[in-house]
């Protein structure tokens, strides 16, 4: 039998399938004036980037990982002349030229271009200077003189694991938080409608992009078949966790808890993985820093109640709470930066608690964070490292920059 194209129950499970992006010439489009809007903190070097993220890739194949990309899956998607005409209306009507007459002069432009083209012109980003000058500017293109793009680099797109975040068999497609990565969920949109290797399947959506609430991938721990841990955090809002947590309840039947955990709502600590992974079957990195005055926490176990509502209760104790979610008696939290403070601020800011694990107690880290590297090792885990100079630059380690499709059930 075709096995389903999509399998997540545990954040360890031996990884068949990962989903990841290379930079591209989106990463050129970054410009000082508009880091902060574009969520860099500077701007990485394209060839050195992309040779760091070569090696990556790399080190997950030599495993025996099948990488899959996603610009190579868009373009597979729309592949059809109509499917492709669909796309372009989403993108531009979600562009900042939307508002104005360049969005005509780009859908135009656009509907010229190959499948393959026209992802990549999409993910870079389209100068205003491209399209102008063929009709006559709108009042909204002159009174916004100065910004030079009509259509808006997506430089986060090598963070796939934000946008999507498949749970069980099924998916959820995001609600971006930020402007900058509103339009990176449209992607797997159409992979999961009409690509092939998805679309016979019938992929149950979970949660879907066109929601109110916003939901970001890196948020979201599959702690096992049964229980997703998910944060409250600057991206992720409790009213969308209450949401999917009743989707989740009623369509995927498997999941019997979500639990919910406050964070702290800062830049450093953007997403619950950039201070919490799961290592092993009873190991998780943590970043001291996010645990209050006696390790104690704001956790809400969410649970169904009746045939449609929810039973939320609050619990304080991190460890505690996952020992009886994962039934296990004793579990390790290993310190960011081995527990030192300075080194776990530097390393945390390097995303030295933000680890992929490839199979139970083997996980894929950066080498700058040698404290952390080493700590895990000191718990007897194996530590594979991947370069980390350029990469960091857009704060995300290698969780945030894979979205796991296929691991094997524990
Ligand atoms: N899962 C994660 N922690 N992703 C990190 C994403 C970083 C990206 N620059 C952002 O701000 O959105």
Redesign the pocket.
């Known amino acids: 039998m075709k096995r389903h194209p999509l399998n997540i129950t545990s954040e360890i499970g031996t990884l068949k399938t990962v989903l990841l992006q290379r930079p591209g010439g989106e990463i050129e489009y970054l410009i000082p004036d508009y880091l902060e809007k574009l969520?860099?903190d500077d701007i990485p070097y394209l060839p050195a980037i992309q040779k760091e993220h070569d090696f990556f890739a790399d080190a997950l194949k030599q495993r025996g990982v099948e990488v899959v990309y996603l610009d190579e899956l868009a373009a597979a998607a729309v592949k059809d002349q109509q499917i492709r005409l669909e796309f372009i209306e989403d993108i531009v009507k979600e562009s900042c030229a939307g508002n104005g007459t360049a969005h005509f002069q780009m859908r135009d432009y656009l509907e010229d271009l190959s499948p393959e083209r026209l992802i990549r012109q999409v993910m870079n980003g389209m100068l205003k200077t491209a399209v102008e000058g063929k009709i006559q500017r709108s009042l909204y293109d002159r009174l916004d003189e100065t910004y030079p793009f009509c259509l808006d680099p997506m430089p986060?797109l090598y963070?796939t694991?934000?946008p999507a975040a498949v749970i069980g068999n099924g998916i959820s497609i995001n609600k971006m938080n930020?402007a900058a990565?509103q339009r990176e969920s449209l992607f797997m949109h159409y992979i999961m409608k009409y690509h092939p290797r998805f679309s016979s399947s019938h992929v149950p959506v979970w949660y879907n992009r066109d929601r109110v609430h916003s939901l970001?991938?890196?948020d979201m721990l599959v702690l096992s078949k049964e229980v997703v841990a998910i944060g409250i955090s600057d991206?992720t809002s409790r009213k969308a966790i209450e949401e999917i947590a009743q989707s989740l309840f009623s369509r995927n039947r498997a999941v019997q808890k979500v639990v919910a955990i406050e964070i702290p709502k800062t830049r450093a600590f953007?997403?619950l993985?950039?201070v919490f992974t799961m290592v092993d079957k009873d190991k998780f990195t943590i970043h001291p820093a996010i645990l209050g005055p006696e390790g104690k926490m704001d956790i809400y176990m969410i649970e169904p109640e009746n045939d449609s509502g929810l039973k939320v209760t609050r619990r304080d104790n991190l460890l505690d709470v996952l020992k009886e979610v994962l039934q296990v008696k004793d579990l390790v939290l290993i310190p960011c930066g081995g527990g030192d403070p300075i080194a776990a601020a530097r390393e945390q800011w390097n995303d030295g608690s933000?680890t992929l694990a490839i199979a139970p107690g083997v996980v894929v880290t950066y080498d700058r964070n040698y404290m952390s590297n080493e700590t895990l090792r000191s718990y007897g885990l194996e530590v594979i490292e991947v370069l980390s100079s350029e990469l960091a630059r857009?704060?995300?380690?290698p969780?945030?920059m894979s979205m796991p499709l296929y691991r094997e059930d524990l």
Not at 394 to 397: A, D, E, F, H
């Open positions: 969520l860099f986060n963070f694991r934000d930020r990565r970001e991938g890196g991206r953007m997403h993985d950039t933000n857009g704060r995300g380690g969780r945030c």
